[in-house]
């Protein structure tokens, strides 16, 4: 529709999840008109990613070392391992600051429909790290959807005999929600995981 | 939260029009798994915007070339001219193919509120157009918002001693809509605006 320049930047754009075609054109009109300098610095930090960004050697995490920040940090509990799906669940335990040991990411979660199986995901190097580090508890940290509960099941049953402690994050209400609005299965959830007050 | 470029990288997705903190993560993580020759593409179409797209020295649409292609077709009709406020307007009008004049993009509308006057507008090049060239017609495209009303009844008031004919785009019921569904003012101006069928 547009004359060529402008329209390969909305391709491209259009190319990014949650981009449809309407942010497209108009973050293509805002780079157009932006100073050089920040069109510049977005060109770059694109580029930089590639260029300087991968994935943590031991856990999968996003790094720019061969191992990442949390991986090298010797004040970090080895002895707790918990496993999420994406780096991006690192980040949200992270600001909980609520957990003090190690990450392991997936890179995903069983997902037959998407083609998505065990192999496409690095639970063999997780099993590896069970045997290399003095793991005491596992906690499966992966999304509460069918595709997470899936991959969570999958693994307690194949981590069953390694002796190691397997624990699942408690689903239930959420903090500042209302009862009435939580869905059946959240509220459902919320019983059976209730808890002694004072224990 | 992240390590060096990958915050970069979000920091600078999140300052785009219309992308939120979760969008900036997710399109972050998106480029830094995909082809790098796929992200060398993004990357390379925000520099090549920046480099080749400037804005029609006549109409102000965006343009490779000093003239827009609208403005160097010949086979357009010069005695209409379609005063909208942005290039994306023009694509829109474009895409309808009722259309076989020419545009002039102001370039935003008259908002008090947002520091933008008629002096902030193309509106003196407008003038110089009508002189210069033997515009007959003048239609005011301008958006059916506030702003755009304001804009409209601000050039109608100037232009109205150049002898051209002022026109302005019908507002009414969209096509396919439910009357139902329609707001009052919309419903009122339907109302006002209504033909008489066969005309």
Redesign the interface.
């Known amino acids: 529709?547009?004359?060529?320049?402008?329209q390969?930047?909305i391709?491209?754009?259009g190319?990014?999840?949650?981009?449809g075609p309407k942010?497209a054109?108009?973050?293509?009109?805002?780079?157009?008109q932006a100073e050089?300098a920040?069109?510049?610095?977005?060109?770059?930090?694109?580029?930089?990613?590639?260029?300087?960004?991968r994935f943590c050697a031991r856990c999968f995490n996003?790094?720019?070392a061969e191992h990442?920040?949390i991986c090298q940090d010797q004040r970090r509990d080895g002895t707790l391992l918990c496993v999420v799906e994406?780096?991006?669940d690192v980040?949200a335990i992270?600001?909980t600051r609520e957990f003090r040991g190690r990450y392991h990411v997936l890179g995903g979660a069983i997902s037959p429909i998407d083609g998505v199986g065990p192999d496409e995901l690095h639970i063999a190097e997780l099993i590896r790290r069970l045997d290399d580090e003095p793991v005491e508890e596992l906690i499966l940290a992966t999304n509460p959807n069918v595709e997470g509960e899936a991959t969570a099941s999958y693994l307690s049953r194949l981590l069953e005999h390694l002796g190691v402690r397997v624990t699942r994050l408690a689903s239930g209400l959420p903090v500042g929600g209302d009862l009435d609005y939580a869905d059946e299965v959240t509220l459902g959830r919320a019983f059976s995981g209730r808890r002694e007050l004072g224990a």
């Open positions: 529709m547009y004359e060529g320049a402008i390969d930047l391709d491209e754009l190319r990014l999840p949650g981009v942010s054109q108009r973050i293509a009109f805002h780079l157009m050089p920040d069109a510049r610095r977005l060109a770059d930090a694109i580029t930089t990613v590639k260029d300087t960004v996003v790094s720019e990442c920040r994406e780096a991006r980040q992270e600001r």
